[in-house]
Structures are given as C-alpha cells and as structure tokens.
Nanobody, 115 residues
Framework: QVQLVESGGGLVQAGGSLRLSCAAS????????MGWYRQAPGKQRELVAA???????NYADSVKGRFTISRDNAKNTVYLQMNSLKPEDTADYYC?????????WGQGTQVTVSS
C-alpha cells in the first residue's frame, strides 16, 4: 500500500533549524509532485512548499528565503530544510504526493518553535 512517512519534527528555539523528511513507498515517486503543508491549531492547512516531478519549486511567501524543499528520487524521499524558524512556524507538517491519478497524505510531524 501507499505510505508517506514524515520524520524530523520536534521542539526548537526561535532562530534554529530543522530538517523534515518524507519517505514514500508504494508509488512511482518520480512522477509525483511532492509538497509540504502545515496546519496550526485553529487554522486551515496551508501549502508551505512544493516541488514538481520536473523539479519546479514553489514556496509560500511566509517561508521564502528560510525554507528549502528538495527531493531525491533515488531514495523516494522529499525534504524540507527549515532555517531561521519562528514561533509562527509552529504547526503539524504534512507531506503530500500528487499526480494526475491520486493524492496521498502522510500522518504528519509536529514542529514547535519556542520564543
């Protein structure tokens, strides 16, 4: 079956860094656009960053210059390097895999940034 498994979340002080990973299985990873979304308490889920199967990248304005998304098709893994973290980055972060045929979500990993 399809699995997207996130890891790398945790508690970090403001200004710190974290690297999230999402390992995919059960899909032809290279044809999927991959994205990171986040949902803070009481807020809607929002797109943080996305990378297409061809490597085109988009970022939310709030994370531009601080976060970097990348993918390793040989490892079926997408990453989110998060630098200069702010308390407002606190949220559950979810991995998403999207193609013309299907849309999959991971279970999420919690990121907490203390001030």
């Amino acid at each position: 079956q399809v699995q997207l498994v996130e890891s790398g979340g945790g508690l970090v002080q403001a200004g710190g860094s974290l690297r999230l990973s999402c390992a995919a299985s059960g899909i032809i990873f290279s044809i999927y656009a991959m994205g990171w979304y986040r949902q803070a308490p009481g807020k809607q889920r929002e797109l943080v960053a996305a990378i297409s199967s061809g490597g085109r990248i988009n970022y939310a304005d709030s994370v531009k210059g601080r976060f970097t998304i990348s993918r390793d098709n040989a490892k079926n893994t997408v990453y989110l390097q998060m630098n200069s973290l702010k308390p407002e980055d606190t949220a559950d972060y979810y991995c998403n895999g999207y193609s013309n045929y299907a849309n999959y979500w991971g279970q999420g990993t919690q990121v907490t940034v203390s001030s």
